[in-house]
DNA sequence: GCAATAATAATAGTAATACTATTAATTGTA
DNA sequence: TACAATTAATAGTATTACTATTATTATTGC
């Protein structure tokens, strides 16, 4: 998988950036530390001063990629969502059970990112963990409906649809396929959150994986048995 | 029901506010006109300087009960939970089948706000509007242990171990009681959002209710049967 | 009814944010 | 070498998120 990934180039749509980042170094440079500026200190926080001065450039010339910094974590999330619509679909591939393309879809969707997989500027792991705490707010704004017609949220919504033909595939007859693949998505990132400041509040902790509680939840849900 | 929510005085912990804005009029001004402006612009054009203009008052004064924007976020969301709480043990109250109360609790953490049951100045249907596009953001915050260990959080947390415990009740075998009630209670607000600006992420629309989707979820998940 | 006290309003001021505009310096490429 | 594109540096603006001070208005205690 390693070296495929290699070859694995984001496609990003082109009205969240003013300038390709992937076509500079500067660009990949802004990429590649404003994840690990937003994991430090927030993304409230999180200015293009800031980022400037990290990467011993200028405030004006992170303008030149990206309109400002919320368009900046739309493209971040577009990013990995990308990236996680790229995993599910390589894990999938070769399976021929539908229960076992469902259970595989699962586990990839709410696996954490053990380790940064290295094949490009982007610490995959990092961005995991600020996907976990600020995803929710690339879209809880005012201006959503103008984005999403602009097409900002694409590869996101193009993953949940994948998600649901999964789980229809498991289970034709299933009368809430979209809203049980957005819940399990978003939902996987709420238990993970959870987790690390509200433990009271979930019943995953180092023993039990966000894994073993969403395959349960869904193949239950879809009357399938789980073999376990 | 009206005459007893005429009653009912909503307990914030004291460290979200200053001065406890209940204790008079501008107070309570702050808090019920707070909601309407949020519910406008959005709380991240939300200023005191904006809606100290509005209520005719002055910026400067509204810092005398809310240290910031932030705390006032978190007195309006502990207030909007403290009242689902209220609902929820209210609305449970006489039942004695643990199914029956399982399905109540569902529907009533579910059901959309009709209309505002206008015993306050607080207006419940814009409340509960604000609190689906903003409560996530009261939390996905870097100062959320910090807060948490003040007890900010202290009503949403209470009213999720209820729900815990109606679960429980309701199948005590089931292994993953505090993440499916923390995953209904968010998601629910999650589907809500979709249904407003993602439709063709949920399965939720004017036919179909999310409330019969989280039915359909917990009890098939609990291995019970709905009856329907 | 008056004084004391508390609450509110008005004003001013600060550091930081979220930008835009202009010009200068550097780098790549024909 | 030249000229185009990119980046850096500087400056500037309006707004935000506050704090501090003083003035005015209400409330309550005696």
Redesign the interface.
């Known amino acids: 998988m390693q070296s495929l990934l290699r070859n694995f180039k984001v496609v990003i749509h082109e009205s969240l950036y003013l300038k390709d980042p992937e076509t500079s170094d500067l660009g990949k440079n802004i990429v590649g530390e404003s994840i690990l500026l937003i994991d430090e200190?927030?993304f409230?926080?999180f200015t293009f001063k800031k980022l400037g001065s990290r990467i011993g450039s200028n405030e004006s010339s992170i303008y030149r990629y990206f309109e400002n910094k919320h368009k900046l974590l739309l493209y971040l999330t577009s990013w990995y969502w990308a990236w996680m619509e790229y995993k599910l679909v390589f894990r999938t591939a070769n399976l021929n059970d539908t229960q076992e393309v469902l259970r595989t879809a699962i586990e990839v969707l709410s696996e954490e990112t053990k380790q940064d997989s290295d094949f490009s500027h982007v610490n995959e792991k990092i961005l995991n963990a600020i996907i976990i705490?600020?995803f929710?707010?690339s879209?809880?704004?005012?201006e959503?409906?103008k984005e999403?017609k602009e097409g900002c949220?694409s590869i996101y919504?193009r993953l949940?649809?994948r998600f649901e033909n999964i789980i229809q595939n498991a289970q034709p007859n299933y009368?809430?396929?979209?809203?049980?693949?957005?819940?399990v998505i978003?939902?996987v990132l709420?238990?993970h959150?959870?987790k690390q400041?509200?433990p009271?509040?979930?019943?995953?902790d180092e023993t039990?994986m966000?894994h073993?509680?969403f395959t349960?939840?869904v193949f239950?849900?879809l009357?399938l048995s789980t073999h376990e």
Chains 1, 2 share one sequence.
Do not use: R
């Not at 879209?139 to 005012?142: E, F, H, Q, W």
């Not at 009271?200 to 995953?204: A, G, I, Y």
């Open positions: 200190i927030g409230e926080k705490s600020e929710s707010k879209y809880l704004t005012k959503v409906d999403n949220f919504k949940v649809g009368p809430y396929v979209e809203s049980l693949a957005s819940m978003e939902g709420h238990q959150y959870l400041h509200f009271s509040l979930t019943s995953c039990t966000p073993e509680f349960h939840l239950s849900t009357n």
